[in-house]
């Protein structure tokens, strides 16, 4: 006798968790790039406009702390 076995099921979240999880991943994101921010050298700084203290208070702030044009 043959075994047959059901077909494997996938796990596929729903439309809010991915969004949850996409906005988890940019905040990560976000996160990364404040600290990136704060190892460039003054003269790549220079080149991007951002004055080193500048760079620092950015870098500084907690990753839940979004840019305001990530609001609403």
Known sequence: MA???APAT?????HN???VVAR???LL?????RHSLRSLDDHLLDDI???RSA????ANRPFWD???NWKG
Do not use: N
């Open 55 to 58: 760079a620092e208070k950015e």
């Open 49 to 51: 406009g951002v004055s």
């Open 66 to 68: 979004v840019p305001a």
């Open 29 to 33: 994101s976000l996160d990364a790039e």
């Open 10 to 14: 996938r796990y596929v979240p729903s």
């Open 3 to 5: 075994h047959i076995s």
């Open 17 to 19: 968790q991915r969004g």
């Open 24 to 26: 988890l991943l940019a």
